[in-house]
């Protein structure tokens, strides 16, 4: 069983953190302060220290060279806050194995451990300015399904690449996270990656969201403004239900793309443009081209490379790990110690069709784990939803269509069929939720 040390003032960060790795079959020690480090260092040899950068009276820098000196096996990994970076690159040419900036996930962290355990030992001080862990690699959970190593296989086949990507697939499948993981794999891993949400994006202040404005170019410009492109620029632009963006700003976003050039809204100097797009959507933009709701110039200028993110009804195989994931990381944010789910809650999950797919999931365990007092989830604290919805003939023979018919049906009742209150509920826009009722030719 691999020995970790654990070095961390915040007590209940660093106890919450022991309870976790001893549950993956970790033997874990925790100490509170250099000092306390030190006497378990002199009796005990580690195959992982896991330490802050900043303790009381020292730092986790500091006790590098001595672990080093005495155990070359001994692998060091750094918590960080990410103004510590430079510290801990530094210290990675002492001889520290990597870093990892905090918050980070429950399957950060243990695939920075399970890197470390399988490296080879040294001695030697590190010479290169090595990325931390979050940044090597795709920061997805990656499933066992075929569906989930096939949009692996993409993203790692795209990502070293310019090319633009579009990625499709139903709200909630994790899109966002998959064009981080893009950036994240790419040559622009160390440069800014901004997310817009475009449906969210009031009509009138597109323009200026978008490229900046100088001050006073229009009414309310009391001072310059950066916008997207720009604040992106080097890195990569992620424009999220790009659908819903006007006919009059999708030639504007044409335009940028086309030239690699913009201008603020009153200004005549052209700032040059080098960043990568990928972009998302839930709607078939095909067929809004050829309807003429979308421009097919611009849906084939970010189709380069398509990929579509599954379903979670579509990789079954990865229902329970997604589950156990997601479990790991309640526990961490509600400062809460749940083991396991029940063997029913299981089979629950199983037969559930999901319409809300990762981000469903994501929410509904975080409640039970809420809801759960011992430290096994049991179906009591299953939403009726999931609990009543699945198991059923009926349900299980719905198609994907009735369920996301069934689903806006009752968000729009639950909210006296106000749209916006319902396209909220459904986290939607509700430019996507009329064109769903349009879809359904649904009466309300």
């Known amino acids: 069983m691999p020995k970790i040390l654990i070095i961390e003032d915040d007590t209940s960060f660093c106890q919450m953190l022991q309870k976790f790795l001893t549950r993956h079959g970790f033997e874990v020690s925790i100490s509170y302060s250099i000092k306390e480090a030190e006497e378990y260092l002199s009796t005990t040899k580690f195959d992982v220290i ?6 009381p009276k020292g730092d986790g820098v500091a006790l590098i060279p001595r672990i080093k000196a005495e155990s070359s096996k001994t692998q060091v990994i750094l918590m960080t806050g990410y103004a510590e970076v430079k510290t801990a690159v530094n210290a990675m040419k002492k001889g520290a194995f990597d870093y990892i900036s905090k918050p980070f ?18 001695s030697k ?4 300015n090595v990325p931390p862990k979050e940044e090597r690699q795709t920061n997805f959970l990656v499933g066992e399904s075929e569906k989930s190593k096939k949009l692996q296989q993409y993203v790692q086949l795209v990502a070293p690449t310019n090319m633009s990507v579009l990625l499709t697939g139903e709200s909630g499948t994790g899109k966002e996270v998959t064009a981080k993981s893009i950036h994240t794999a790419s040559k622009r891993k160390d440069e800014k990656f901004v997310a817009v949400d475009c449906g969210a994006i009031p009509k009138e202040i597109a323009t200026s969201e978008f490229f900046g404005h100088v001050k006073g170019s229009f009414t309310g410009a009391i001072e310059d403004k950066i916008g997207h492109f720009e604040a992106a620029n ?19 976003l044409l335009r940028a793309i086309q030239e690699r050039k913009i201008k603020r809204v009153g200004s005549t100097k052209e700032i040059n443009l080098d960043l990568r797009i990928i972009a998302a959507t839930n709607e078939n933009l095909l067929k809004a081209s050829e309807e003429g709701d979308f421009r097919e110039d611009l849906y084939h200028r970010l189709n380069e490379f398509s990929i579509e ?3 979670l009804r579509e990789r ?37 069709p999901w319409p809300g797919n990762l981000r469903e999931m994501k929410n509904m365990i975080k409640r039970a784990v809420l809801f759960t007092e011992g430290d096994t989830v049991l179906p009591q604290s299953i939403p009726d939803v999931v609990a009543n919805g699945a198991g059923t003939a009926i349900e299980q023979n719905f198609s994907k269509s009735d369920y996301e018919k069934e689903r806006i049906l009752t968000a729009l009742k639950q909210t006296n069929f106000n749209k916006t209150k319902a396209a909220k509920l459904l986290e939607m ?3 996507t939720l009329y064109n769903k009722i349009n879809q359904y030719q649904l009466e309300v």
């Open 429 to 431: 826009t509700r430019k």
């Open 234 to 252: 080097g890195g990569t632009l992620f424009l999220d239900e790009v659908g819903n963006l006007s006919y009059e700003h999708q030639i504007q």
């Open 309 to 311: 993110v599954p379903s």
């Open 125 to 128: 001080p590190k010479e290169k």
């Open 50 to 55: 896991l330490s802050d950068v900043r303790l």
């Open 105 to 122: 996930t429950p399957e950060e962290i243990l695939s920075v451990i399970q890197n470390a355990l399988e490296a080879k030992p040294t």
């Open 316 to 352: 079954a195989e990865d229902i329970v790990l997604f589950a156990n994931y997601f479990l790991d990381k309640s526990n961490i944010e509600l400062d809460k110690e749940v083991l396991e789910f029940s063997d029913e809650v299981k089979q629950l999950f199983l037969d559930y």
